[in-house]
């Protein structure tokens, strides 16, 4: 590992001054995904600047009835929250879902955002990658891809973005607050991903030395159901080959007053399905309606040789929790 100088700053805004100027300096949480890229050599940092002391742990109520939740708090902290349990079951099943116990009561909220892809392209320094190395090229394209990404890829990039988290949040329309040298700002989680068009290198809009303090969520309607579920290759501690995080709400006469579903493993970011929610909107929940909506979004995909199977398997995750959250019978959805 490459040395480097280690900070401790007391306050947000010394932790931002420290990485002014720096353009290889990292923020450092919980550093569940930033020391493994370091190990690896991937991410070779001069300074790590600790950010577990200034106080941005917890949850708070916002006046308008959300939730504010602090940069540092733990991922299993947040998961066993109780008003997230209640109003957010969606964002506690994403957390329980993303990785081990161990890992969980390290990782950071605001470090489980800004995790790197595991394409095994970018962790091998031996390989060519643009992600890691901008215009070297995309050698998954053509090779290891079986779990790589079917939707918004472009010639540079087919990665897929891990967080279980952002899915969620995703569908909860989160929002992000960050603090930089030129102040503070509010982004919502929909601006705050990018597709890799011909800069896959650049994952998030974050302006060089932003900190992200908190996120905010919106307050949780009376009556909305929320589903997070995810499929893996194996039932123990993996990444998704496809997860869906949906919340709906659904009206007496079985009307679908609101919908919003974001699928996860599929994209470069956690991918809204818009074209879906506007067509279920103010539809009836029936199978057949839900089939329709997420062919309609899929039809977007562009599988490469070895991951087309997402497309069937998202369908049908997507079918089965809509079904679910929606007391609706699922024969006649396939």
Not at 31 to 42: C, Q, R
Not at 184 to 196: E, G, K, M, Q, T
Request: net charge neutral.
């Amino acid at each position: 590992m490459k040395p480097f100088r280690y900070e401790r700053p007391h306050d947000v805004g010394e932790a931002i001054a420290l990485l002014d100027g720096s353009p290889h300096a990292r923020f450092l949480g919980g550093g569940t995904n930033l020391v493994d890229l370091m190990k690896l050599g991937v991410d070779e940092p001069d300074v790590l600047v600790d950010v577990n002391r200034l106080g941005l742990e917890g949850t708070r109520r916002t006046a308008e009835g959300g939730v504010r939740i602090g940069a540092g708090t733990r991922n299993s902290d947040l998961a066993a929250d109780m008003v997230v349990r209640r109003e957010y079951p969606v964002l506690s099943e994403a957390l329980l879902a993303g990785a081990s116990g161990q890992v969980r009561n390290m990782a950071t909220v605001g470090g489980n955002l800004l995790q790197r892809t595991r394409c095994r392209y970018f962790q091998d320094v031996t390989k060519p990658c643009n992600k890691r190395r901008p215009g070297s090229g995309c050698p998954a394209i053509d090779g290891e891809h079986h779990n790589l990404a079917i939707l918004g890829t472009s010639p540079a990039c087919v990665a897929t973005h891990p967080s279980d988290m952002a899915v969620a949040l995703a569908a909860l329309d989160a929002v992000v607050h960050v603090q930089g040298g030129r102040g503070s700002r509010a982004v919502p989680i929909d601006d705050f991903y990018r597709l890799p068009g011909d800069r896959p290198d650049v994952d998030t809009t974050l302006d060089p030395g932003e900190l992200i303090v908190a996120l905010e969520l919106p307050p949780a309607p009376e009556g909305r159901r929320s589903r997070y579920r995810k499929v893996r290759e194996r039932a123990s501690f993996a990444f998704a080959a496809a997860s869906v995080a949906a919340v709906v709400d659904v009206a007496p006469d079985r009307t679908l007053r609101d919908v919003r579903l974001a699928l996860g493993a599929v994209a470069h970011r956690p991918w809204r399905a818009r074209t879906a929610e506007a067509e279920l909107t103010g539809a009836r929940a029936e199978s057949a309606a839900f089939c329709g909506a997420i062919e309609h979004e899929l039809a977007a995909a562009r599988p490469l040789r070895d991951n087309g199977y997402k497309v069937p398997l998202v369908r049908n995750l997507v079918v089965s929790v809509l079904c679910e959250l929606t007391d609706t019978d699922p024969e006649g959805a396939r």
